[in-house]
């Protein structure tokens, strides 16, 4: 609620320069609405147009909000690049019917339509914006629908780790002594293999669909939540404020919920922020081992997968499949990139310590 | 000193057991058949299914079964039958490893000579060409994805330029060393090349090993920068950097004696997080580049539902991430004092 009022108080204060923007957002639509070849587009998936519009909303709020962090974020020109590259893969993940609609007889819009089955990859023409894979997969509904997979990956992971890092972290951090051994025993079993290993390893034993995938990076991901928490929580611990509740009487359970975590949260979020550049990227190598989503599922890792053996191209002219690499390759590389840029920009900001020194 | 290494290897047993409950408890995602061809070595042996899993207790508790399979892992050594190199798993592991040393160890000479480098320059020169030039690279590396990066140089090096061939040897070389003529010491090809003295079979091996180090070297260098710059600048800020400036003595003096040696003790831990790192890269990079190492193996016995090989290739990898990181720790208490007596 303190951010939505916060940022109800931003679109006040800087009303006058919203309106050039919002008038262009408009306007956007209203050519949008006037096109014919748009137009059908447009009305058949009003609720994708509702979440942008709800989106952009709130990233204009967010970034108008007046306070010393977006202050820092606006002054920097890097976490400005940074920031707009995730808004733009955000604006098109709510816009992917509109930029990419699926065929009236698609049963999942993430399947990429096949046109035909000619095995050898078609360079970019009029129907196939960015070219089709081996097997005649599109790549650039590929490309526009997998952003909606990268997120879905990167937020479920970040939300399963979170989860079992605040759980066994909480509790490591809390009680110590031998419960704190053993789980941190255990965050060392997980962290004894290199993350794309155990990977690896998981999706081969589970079998190979995008929901294992997920769970195979969380499985991977969750020691450092964890620790992170632990060694927040032994910091506070000790303070007075947690002193005054136990006085208080008040339980273990109601100290650690109501009392620690808050205060020790808000770096583990930012870790978390930061991670799913990280995410993107083990989704991404397993897609491409052959490890990921299965055939012809929107993912970027497999756009690159399914025409790996064309990328050498034809006799004599050895960029003849450019595209094949190229156009998933620049996704995932600007993906990553942003997030990256973001994450430097939050940790400059809200670690004096390190400011300036990464 | 000795009290810390002591702990350390009071834990290491502790960490290994852990290790092999995690993988058996993964395994028992597996049917009975399935884990039951870890036993199957010939294809007659198919219709004995049921006498197989009866003869090796796959339908037992789970604690007796965790039993077995620990018996049968470390007492007798026996990892399984490996379906994609078509020999047992431990033999497997033996043939394959050798690649990969050669390219881990070709890799982690650059990283960590360049990455030092680039990474006390640009703590010095803060802010300067050099500073940027190293901020750009690192995250521009950070965010590309390895496999990208590697077919990348192999279109181009290999593709266009027809320098950097995939594989291990050429054809011609392949066959030289498969003569009998060529003796194995090692089994890391450009040494054993070396010590036949055939230079062309060593200078084939380096084409080969080009593209795939390039690819690690590059992926893995971004984050070594990164660690070794603010190392630096914490340590540039240090009260004894500033009185080796008081007292006058030479930029360069206090640069090389008194802040990189301490600014390079996190950096031994990095170089085993570096080496760990190279250890999941080569999974990538062999499978790119057709380079016959254990990553190459584990990413197609994964792909190829060959259980006994992927688990044995883990174990393996996480034996050699254990020792890798206790070996950093031990060099990070020898260089720094402070460690051993906390």
Redesign the interface.
């Known amino acids: 609620m303190g951010l939505l009022s916060a940022a109800v108080r931003g679109v006040q204060v800087n009303r006058t320069r919203l309106l050039p923007l919002a008038g262009i957002v408009a306007a956007c639509f209203a050519a949008a609405l006037v096109l014919p070849a748009t137009r059908d587009r447009v009305l058949r998936y009003p609720l994708a147009i509702a979440e942008f519009i709800l989106l952009a909303l709130f990233v204009i709020a967010f970034w108008t909000i007046p306070s010393d962090f977006t202050r820092r974020m606006r002054r920097n020109p890097l976490s400005v690049a940074g920031f707009s590259i995730i808004v733009l893969f955000v604006a098109i993940a709510a816009l992917a019917p509109i930029l990419a609609p699926p065929p009236a007889t698609s049963r999942d819009a993430y399947l990429i339509p096949q046109e035909g089955f000619s095995s050898d990859p078609k360079p970019p023409q009029v129907r196939h914006p960015f070219g089709t894979t081996e097997g005649q997969y599109d790549i650039y509904y590929g490309i526009i629908w997998g952003t909606r997979t990268a997120f879905r990956v990167s937020i479920t992971v970040i939300a399963i780790s979170v989860v079992i890092g605040l759980f066994l972290g909480g509790i490591s951090g809390y009680y110590g002594g031998r419960l704190d051994e053993i789980i941190m025993r255990l965050t060392d079993v997980f962290l004894a293999f290199p993350g794309l290993v155990l990977a690896v390893v998981v999706v081969a034993v589970l079998g190979r669909s995008l929901d294992n995938v997920m769970i195979a990076i969380a499985i991977v991901n969750w020691p450092v939540y964890a620790r992170l928490l632990r060694g927040d929580i032994l910091g506070i611990r000790s303070r007075d404020f947690v002193e005054a509740a136990r006085a208080l009487g008040g339980n273990d359970f109601r100290i650690i919920f109501r009392h620690i975590i808050p205060n020790a949260i808000y770096p583990f979020l930012v870790f978390g922020s930061l991670d799913v550049g990280l995410i993107v990227l083990t989704a991404a190598a397993l897609s491409f081992l052959g490890l990921g989503a299965e055939v012809g599922y929107a993912d970027w890792g497999m756009l690159i997968n399914l025409s790996r053996n064309w990328i050498l191209g034809a006799p004599g002219n050895p960029f003849a499949y450019w595209y094949v690499v190229i156009f998933p390759g620049a996704a995932i590389f600007l993906f990553v990139l942003g997030w990256n840029l973001l994450g430097d920009a939050f940790r400059d900001i809200l670690d004096p310590r390190l400011r300036g020194s990464s | 000193m000795a009290t810390y290494i002591g702990r350390r290897l009071v834990?290491l047993p502790?960490?290994a057991f852990?290790?092999t409950?995690?993988?058996f408890a993964?395994?028992q995602?597996?049917a009975p058949e399935m884990r039951a061809a870890a036993f199957i070595t010939n294809p007659n042996q198919l219709n004995a299914l049921p006498a197989i899993i009866q003869k090796y207790g796959l339908d037992k508790p789970v604690h007796i079964q965790y039993v077995n399979w620990l018996r049968e892992v470390f007492l007798r050594g026996n990892l399984g039958w490996s379906q994609t190199a078509r020999q047992p798993v431990r033999q497997a592991i033996g043939s394959f490893f050798p690649a990969t040393l050669e390219l881990t160890m070709y890799s982690f000479i650059p990283i960590m000579i360049i990455g030092v480098w680039l990474g006390t320059a640009a703590a010095v020169h803060r802010d300067k060409a050099i500073d940027h030039v190293s901020r750009v690279f690192s995250?521009?590396f950070?965010?590309?994805?390895?496999?990208?990066w590697g077919?990348?140089i192999?279109?181009i090096l290999?593709?266009?330029l027809n320098w950097f061939p995939p594989g291990r040897l050429s054809l011609e070389q392949d066959l030289f060393v498969r003569s009998g003529q060529f003796h194995f010491y090692t089994h890391v090809m450009t040494i054993d090349a070396l010590l036949n003295g055939e230079l062309w079979i060593f200078l084939d091996a380096v084409r080969h090993l080009a593209g795939p180090v390039l690819t690690l070297t590059m992926i893995s260098i971004a984050l070594l920068v990164?660690i070794t710059?603010?190392s630096m600048?914490?340590v540039l800020r240090q009260d004894y950097v500033r009185t080796a400036r008081a007292k006058g003595l030479d930029e360069p003096v206090v640069i090389n004696v008194h802040a990189r040696k301490n600014a390079l003790i996190p950096v031994i831990t990095l170089s085993s997080l570096t080496f760990?790192?190279l250890?999941?890269?080569v999974?990538?990079t062999e499978?790119i580049f057709n380079f016959p190492g254990i990553g190459r193996w584990?990413?197609f016995?994964?792909?190829q539902?060959d259980?006994p090989g992927?688990?044995g290739?883990?174990m393996f990898?996480?034996a050699l991430?254990?020792l890798g990181?206790l070996a950093a720790d031990i060099l990070y208490a020898y260089f720094d004092p402070r460690v051993r007596l906390q």
């Open positions: 834990l502790i960490v852990g290790v409950v995690l993988i993964l395994l995602f597996l995250i521009s950070r965010s590309l994805p390895s496999f990208v077919l990348l192999l279109m290999y593709g266009r990164r710059r603010s600048l914490e760990v790192g250890l999941g890269g999974v990538i499978t584990g990413a016995a994964a792909n539902l259980i992927v688990t290739f883990a990898v996480a991430t254990v990181n």
